[in-house]
C-alpha cells in the first residue's frame, strides 16, 4: 500500500531562513502527492500539490518537485516568516485509496 | 460559506457515555472521510463513504458507527466512549476520482474523562 515518510520535527529556524522539510513515498503506481499545512488551533489546508513525475507544485512562497528517481516531494520556501509557523503534513493519493498522512512536521519560526 | 462544517467543535464527555459528531458538505462533493488525528499529531483515516455507501472501514472499534443520510453528510456515532478515544476528528471530502486535495472540516476535540 502507500506510505509516506518525512523528517521529524520541531524545526526551528529564525525568519528568512532557508527551509526544507524531506518527505518520500511508496506507492504503486504513481501517486498524486501533497502538501497539507495545519496551523494552531485549525484544520487542514491544502498548500501544493502535484500529480506526475517533474511536476512542480508552488503556493505562498513553498515549492515542492515530484521526483520519481527519487520517489521524493520535499517542501522548500526561501525565506519563512512567523506567520509560517504550523505543522506540515506530506501526503499521497494513488487510485482509490484514501489520502495517506506522514507523521507531519512542526516548524517554528521566531523573529 | 464553510465549505466543510463540523459540530461540535469540542466535546468534553465522560467514559462509557454515548456521543455524536456531525459533518456537513456544501461542495458537491462525492466522497467523504473521517480521520483521527492523536496527540502527536498523526492522522489516521477511519471511514470513507462514496454516495453513501460505505467504501472504507479501516481497523476501527465497533464503538464508531458512522452513518450517511445523503452524500452531503457523514455523522460518526461513538458509543461507550473510552479515555483512548481523546483525539481530534477530521471530517473531509474529495470529489471521487479526481487527483485533487481533499477539503477538511475545522476538527472536533474530543476529550474523554
Known amino acids: 500500500g502507500n506510505s509516506v515518510t518525512q523528517m521529524e520535527g520541531p524545526v526551528t529556524l529564525s525568519e528568512e531562513a532557508f527551509l526544507t522539510i524531506n518527505c518520500t513515498y511508496t506507492?504503486?503506481?504513481?501517486?498524486?502527492l501533497f502538501w497539507y499545512v495545519q496551523y494552531p488551533g485549525e484544520g487542514l489546508q491544502l498548500l501544493l500539490k502535484a500529480t506526475k513525475a517533474d511536476d512542480k507544485g508552488s503556493n505562498k512562497g513553498f515549492e515542492a518537485t515530484y521526483r520519481k528517481e527519487t520517489t521524493s516531494f520535499h517542501l522548500e520556501k526561501g525565506s519563512v516568516q512567523v506567520s509560517d509557523s504550523a505543522v506540515y503534513f506530506c501526503a499521497s493519493y494513488s487510485g482509490n485509496t484514501p489520502l495517506v498522512f506522514g507523521k507531519g512536521t512542526r516548524l517554528s519560526v521566531i523573529a | 460559506d464553510t465549505a466543510v462544517s463540523q459540530t461540535p467543535k469540542y466535546l468534553v464527555t465522560q467514559m462509557g457515555n454515548d456521543k455524536s459528531i456531525k459533518c456537513e458538505q456544501n461542495?458537491?462533493?462525492?466522497?467523504m472521510y473521517w480521520y483521527k488525528q492523536d496527540s502527536k499529531k498523526f492522522l489516521k483515516i477511519m471511514f470513507s463513504?462514496?454516495?453513501?455507501?460505505?467504501?472504507i472501514n479501516e481497523t476501527v472499534p465497533n464503538r464508531f458507527s458512522p452513518k450517511s443520510p445523503d452524500k452531503a453528510h457523514l455523522n460518526l456515532h461513538i458509543n461507550s466512549l473510552e479515555l483512548g478515544d481523546s483525539a481530534v476528528y477530521f471530517c473531509?471530502?474529495?470529489?471521487?476520482?479526481?487527483?485533487?486535495?481533499?477539503?477538511f472540516g475545522s476538527g472536533t476535540r474530543l476529550t474523554v474523562v
Open positions: 473531509a471530502s474529495s470529489q471521487d476520482r479526481v487527483k485533487g486535495g481533499y477539503t
Open positions: 506507492a504503486t503506481g504513481y501517486p498524486s
Open positions: 461542495l458537491g462533493h462525492d466522497t
Open positions: 463513504y462514496n454516495n453513501k455507501e460505505l467504501i
